[in-house]
Every structure is written in structure tokens, then in C-alpha cells.
């Protein structure tokens, strides 16, 4: 199940990046940060690119958090507990430069 909420996560964030036409910076509904970067070729959009899966402990509240969504059950009915510990940790200024950057 979490395999399926994370793949229609992502292609929510694929879909808002498409529309706004740059990087969309969102919290999975795991709880870790991700982007979507679209790709653009003469004003057609081509796909996109989704990297993150970060931890951050300060991001603002107005950045999306796609588990407002989701019943709250399937999300917690699979917790990944220790993976998460081992995710890479930044602060909200430097994955919006780096989203920014990509």
C-alpha cells in the first residue's frame, strides 16, 4: 500500500509542477520533503523529475503536506519507523536552493 500512496504522491506533485511551471516543493504523506521539477521544451512540458525524500524539521507552513489527502489510517498502517532515521536531513533554505538549483 505504501508503494501506491507514494506513486500517487508523486504524480500529484508531477501535476502541480506541470501547472505552475517550476519547481513544486511538498511533504510526501510519509512526512519527508520532496520536489517536482518540470521539464519544459519550448513552452511544451516534456515530464518531470521528483528527488527529495529529506527529512527537515522546519518547513513553513504553507508548503502542501499531500497527507491531508489520504486517510490518516493507510498512512500510519505502514510505518517505515528506522528507514526514516536514515533519510537524509536538511533545513527547509537549503532544499528550496537546491530545488531551485535542479
Known amino acids: 500500500m505504501r508503494k501506491r500512496l507514494c506513486e500517487v504522491s508523486t504524480g500529484i506533485g508531477e501535476v502541480q509542477a506541470a501547472t505552475i511551471h517550476e519547481p513544486y516543493i511538498y511533504v510526501c504523506p510519509h512526512g519527508l ?5 518540470p521539464i519544459v521544451i519550448d513552452g511544451e512540458f516534456l515530464g518531470g523529475l521528483v528527488a527529495g525524500q529529506v527529512s527537515c524539521e522546519d518547513i513553513p507552513e504553507n508548503v502542501s503536506r499531500l497527507a491531508s489527502i489520504f ?23 537549503e532544499f528550496e536552493a537546491t530545488a531551485q538549483m535542479i
Not at 33 to 37: F, G, K, P, T
Not at 77 to 92: A, I, R, V
Open 33 to 37: 520533503l520532496e520536489v517536482s521539477v
Open 71 to 93: 486517510p490518516q489510517d493507510i498512512i500510519c498502517s505502514d510505518n517505515p519507523g528506522e528507514k526514516f532515521e536514515q533519510t537524509t536531513k536538511m533545513t527547509f533554505q
